[in-house]
């Protein structure tokens, strides 16, 4: 009987110790499963910044073409408009009075 009885004891240590590990490994498992997610979910972030940043910069590339533009049309406009000055100051010097020049507003 005592061998029995030593290995009954065996049995149940071996099955204590046996659901001890499946327990720490599942819970092992679960834990990496769950820092395996959060860095998953990271990557996806990181690769959603990285797509704003780049539209950011094509953006500011655009705000700059943009700003060059309205700076050589403002230079344009003055020019246009020093170059009716001086015609209208052609004109009023020829003799006839600007005043009588026909007027282009509707």
Do not use: C, H, W, Y
């Not at 046996?18 to 395996?36: I, M, W």
């Amino acid at each position: 009987m005592g061998q029995v009885a030593n290995a009954s004891v065996l049995v149940t240590i071996g099955a204590a110790l046996s659901n001890g590990f499946n327990s720490a490994f599942e819970q092992t498992a679960d834990k990496l499963k769950t820092v395996g997610s959060a860095v998953a979910e990271l990557g996806n972030k990181a690769a959603k910044l990285d797509a704003l940043r780049n539209s950011q910069a094509k953006l500011s590339q655009g705000l700059d073409t943009l700003t060059a533009r309205q700076v050589k049309a403002g230079a344009a406009s003055g020019q246009a408009a020093a170059r009716v000055v001086d015609l209208k100051t052609k004109i009023a010097s020829g003799g006839r009075r600007i005043d009588s020049l026909p007027s282009t507003r509707s």
